[in-house]
């Protein structure tokens, strides 16, 4: 992203009559307008100087520093993309957010008292007699909740990836979760999961696990909760303790990740899948557990199988695969018949394997485009193909948070939608539109039919 105006920080600074100036721009990742003084953060460590209102300016946000996006009024990154960790948290968390700025960490300055859009993703020097604490977001867009809004055919869900924003996920009124990522739980113990096992032992990490996991089974109780194994990249968990272990890779979203490692190390995975029977065996019958990342449907029959070795009742509990690959969607019909109740359509990773655009990377980030024709055809295919099978499906990545895609897979048929929590009131009012549309459509051919002289 560019730099913009010629003056320096420290200038715009000074000067009032800047206020409003650009200062700096990147993708605007979390809706809502914030006011505060930037915190340039170099290293974890020094998350702790985070005080309540500050906005935090990083190179990118890290799991350890949660409780310090928690605090902050804003968070601005020079790396990432709408799927990178920075946007995902700072999603949830509602607090306003850019990421890939570039340079946000080289032009802005600590002290320097900034205005964040994170809709449009402009970062400009703040009036001077702006107050932080007013209302950064009068149009109610952070609580995003769902009030009287339409009951519509296509279920609307929410994805989670932070326990702590469960209930706020959950007062959306959304039809569950479809989407509880596992990584930000394990992360967030400083550990990698290895780590975590050798130092506290096997069940205090199913105990870890399933706790708060729980957390998100009970805000949302009886809506479905669909809780995915991990997916963790290794570049992510070689910032942990015990992240020295973990293998270097080139190419960590193309590497060992997502199912192909819980299939190589199924000890490792067993202990994920004990929490999730936990939860069933304390009366969350409500979780329901997907694989990631298969190819094909012998990683998806491996992966049922380790299931069925821990004793996870099948017949009582609905499972399923994320579709996140080429060949995944090219088996779509092998992977139907291993008897799974439901896909999700993971479009960050299937417009990344597709378009060959890595996800994280700001440089191609103007390259990643959920719309292209191949991933729309892509998509369609495999909704009908499940419909077919009466294969439940629905949608997980970013792009299920956007009115256009919402309404294209209404009208491809796809059973729910699972959103960002800000975007669920939206999608909602769009999913309903369609149907509506779809069904006066079919009444006007009807009519047509019957007497084509009117
Ligand atoms: C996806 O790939 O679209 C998805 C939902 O999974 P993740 O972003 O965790 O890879
Ligand atoms: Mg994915």
Request: net charge negative.
């Amino acid at each position: 992203m560019t730099t913009a105006g010629d003056m320096t920080s420290e200038a715009a600074d000074d000067e009032t009559s800047d206020a409003g100036a650009e200062l700096v721009d990147g993708y605007g990742s979390s809706p809502g307008v914030a006011t505060g003084p930037v915190k340039i953060i170099e290293d974890i460590d020094e998350a702790d100087r985070i005080d309540e209102g500050d906005v935090i300016v990083t190179e990118m946000t890290a799991p350890d520093m949660v409780p310090a996006m928690k605090r902050s009024a804003g968070i601005i990154t020079d790396e990432g993309g709408m799927t990178s960790h920075a946007a995902i948290v700072s999603r949830e968390l509602g607090v306003p957010a850019i990421v890939g700025t570039g340079d946000a960490t080289d032009v802005l300055h600590d002290g320097q008292r900034i205005t964040l859009d994170g809709q449009k993703g402009t970062v400009v020097v703040a009036e001077a007699d702006i107050d932080d604490t007013e209302d950064a977001d009068p149009d109610g867009a952070r609580a995003a909740t769902t009030g009287g809004a339409p009951t519509t055919a296509t279920e609307v869900k929410v994805n989670v990836s932070i326990p702590d924003a469960a209930q706020r996920a959950a007062d959306t009124g959304a039809d569950g979760v479809g989407l509880l990522r596992l990584e930000h739980i394990l992360l967030s113990t400083s550990k990698t999961p290895e780590k975590y096992v050798a130092d506290h032992g096997e069940e205090a990490f199913v105990e870890e696990i399933s706790e708060e996991i729980r957390k998100v089974a009970e805000a949302f109780y009886p809506r479905p909760v669909r809780a995915r194994t991990l997916d963790a990249p290794t570049d992510e968990l070689a910032e942990l303790e015990g992240g020295e272990n973990e293998p270097h890779e080139h190419n960590p979203m193309l590497g060992y990740r997502g199912i192909r490692r819980s299939l190589k190390e199924p000890e490792m995975v067993k202990l994920e899948l004990r929490a999730f029977k936990r939860l069933h065996d304390m009366g969350y019958d409500n979780v329901e557990v997907m694989f990631p990342l298969p190819n094909d449907a012998e990683d998806v029959r491996r992966a049922r199988e380790l299931m069925d070795e821990v004793g996870i009742d099948r017949t009582k509990h609905d499972w399923g695969a994320m579709i996140e690959t080429p060949a995944s969607i090219r088996s779509i019909d092998e992977i139907i018949d291993e008897g799974i109740d439901f896909v999700a359509l993971g479009t960050n990773d299937i417009v990344q394997f597709f378009l060959a655009v890595d996800r994280n990377n700001a440089m191609v980030a103007d390259r990643f485009d959920d719309f292209h024709p191949t991933i729309l055809e892509a998509m369609a295919e495999v909704i009908e193909a499940c419909n077919e099978n009466d294969v439940d499906t629905t949608i997980t990545g970013q792009s299920g948070s956007h009115p256009d895609m919402a309404k294209f897979l209404v009208e491809k048929g796809i059973s729910s939608l699972s959103s960002n929590i800000d975007a669920v009131p939206e999608v909602r009012r769009v999913v309903a539109r369609a149907e509506r549309k779809l069904l006066l459509d079919s009444a006007r051919e009807t009519l047509d039919d019957a007497d084509p002289q009117i």
